[in-house]
């Protein structure tokens, strides 16, 4: 188990200035939020690895990894890296005592089980479907699937946590995926630096929270997939 006392001593990313838009560590400690006591959780590379850093004080969580380890501890210090301990983003990591190391068999045997209570992972494009694009972008090298598609398909809660939008400034929740899906009408929540919401097929995006400082106006501009505003949105509380 793991716990906040025992958290990643993760170098965290640089917080903005002078955006009231959530920072990757700011995703990752709003998503820990969603966390019970005694899960087993799934981290998908990038923003989801930093959620591990984030566990309440007093909160076991174990950690799986779908490259065959149960019981992932935190990152390594530098200099006592290990070779031999990765993650399935090919990160150094460190196991607790207890820890299982096994085949991709049996790990997957695991996520196909639904023996893993919450999948968190990131996202290139999300529909107000709850389609999932993350795994590739046409014409671009991919190194492979990795277990994505195993993940979206089995789980039955799944967590997005990404960018409200890509580097040019267009909306990443659309009303419908351009680039090929990872999974189609899975994706219950996202938190993104902008906002938390909730994905209703039938509905569409549904605002469930602003990041600080950030207006609705705002969320409406950014989104374009549809979005549902229902009352006063409350600011995400830390």
């Known amino acids: 188990m793991i716990s906040a006392s025992n958290s990643a001593p993760f170098k965290p990313v640089k917080q903005r200035k002078k955006n009231p838009m959530l920072d990757k560590n700011g995703?990752?400690?709003?998503?820990?939020q969603e966390v019970r006591n005694g899960w087993y959780v799934n981290l998908g590379i990038g923003i989801p690895t930093l959620v591990a850093n984030f566990?309440?004080?007093?909160?076991e969580v174990e950690f799986?990894?779908?490259?065959g380890i149960l019981g992932m501890g935190p990152f390594p210090f530098e200099g006592e890296e290990d070779a031999d301990l990765i993650n399935a983003g090919k990160q150094t990591i460190t196991a607790l005592p207890g820890a299982s190391f096994f085949s991709s068999e049996l790990s997957f045997g695991m996520i196909r089980g639904q023996h893993v209570q919450l999948t968190v992972l990131g996202a290139m494009e999300v529909s107000d479907r709850g389609d999932i694009a993350?795994?590739?972008?046409?014409?671009?090298?991919?190194k492979g699937m990795g277990g994505a598609m195993d993940l979206v398909a089995s789980a039955e809660n799944i967590i997005v946590a990404m960018q409200h939008t890509n580097r040019k400034g267009e909306s990443k929740l659309l009303s419908e995926c351009s680039l090929p899906l990872t999974g189609v009408a899975c994706v219950k929540r996202i938190v993104t630096d902008l906002a938390v919401l909730e994905v209703d097929a039938e509905r569409g995006f549904i605002l469930i929270e602003r990041a600080p400082g950030v207006t609705v106006e705002e969320i409406q501009a950014k989104t374009a997939g549809r979005l549902v505003v229902e009352g006063d949105v409350p600011e995400m509380k830390f």
């Open 27 to 32: 995703i990752a400690k709003r998503i820990a």
């Open 134 to 142: 993350n795994w590739k972008i046409p014409g671009k090298m991919v």
């Open 64 to 67: 799986q990894s779908e490259n």
């Open 55 to 59: 566990i309440p004080e007093g909160m």
